[in-house]
């Protein structure tokens, strides 16, 4: 039996693999400020999150501190490696497959706003999934924010609505925006989780479409 009539997508680490750009922007960050380089196993703890945050964290950095390197970040980011990414595989079946299904389909990202309509568009996202939001300066200043902002965009509630995400903020989003939440364990960050989990794109239509579910 089908639970879910909506699903609302994180990006990163869950419909592209968004590293390279990531990782090369954080590299020539480091280095323009002359911060110590960042180690590659800890590149994992800047993807998901807003940038600020990690830096602030990682860093050890003051509000102005914080402020100033998020901004040398940006620029970077959107300048040189916005489009160092690729989607994962099967991705597009699988938006496909739920598209022809009757499925709405949304994204939600902590990705910056303007930075969320370009990247889609380039990767031709935008064909499946409508609206698509990231963070703002402003209203969306958090997943679960970002998430109802879809939603009330797409004019549903939380009965049968569910967001897929890679992360523990993803699930954490979802939880607060009362929603459903499937963990993806090919991301960034996510295992699996009490609500379900899935390990390819395949398993996330199935889920989705009540063809099977996985749980912890």
Do not use: W
């Not at 590299?27 to 911060?35: C, G, K, P, V």
Request: glycine residues 10%; aromatic residues 12%; charged residues 20%.
């Amino acid at each position: 039996m089908r639970k879910y009539n909506n699903a609302i997508f994180d990006l990163d680490g869950t419909l592209l693999n968004t590293k390279e750009g990531i990782v090369k922007s954080l590299i020539d960050m480091a280095a323009n400020l002359e911060f110590p380089p960042i180690p590659e196993n800890k590149y994992g703890f800047f993807i998901g999150p807003p940038i600020e945050q990690s830096l602030c964290e990682h860093y050890c950095l003051n509000d102005t501190q914080t402020k100033a390197a998020a901004a040398v970040f940006r620029k970077l980011y959107t300048e040189r490696y916005l489009f160092e990414a690729v989607p994962y595989d099967g991705i597009f079946n699988m938006l496909t497959m739920l598209k022809e299904n009757g499925v709405k389909l949304a994204i939600a990202t902590y990705k910056r706003h303007d930075y969320t309509e370009r990247i889609i568009k380039h990767f031709n996202l935008d064909k499946y999934c409508s609206p698509c939001f990231g963070s703002d300066a402003e209203s969306r200043t958090t997943k679960s924010a970002i998430i109802k902002a879809c939603m009330s965009e797409m004019n549903i509630g939380v009965s049968g609505t569910v967001y897929v995400g890679d992360t523990e903020h993803d699930r954490c989003g979802a939880e607060e925006a009362g929603i459903g939440f499937i963990g993806v364990t090919y991301g960034f960050g996510y295992t699996q989780s009490c609500h379900g989990y899935a390990g390819t794109p395949d398993e996330i239509a199935g889920i989705i479409l009540g063809e099977y579910i996985n749980v912890a």
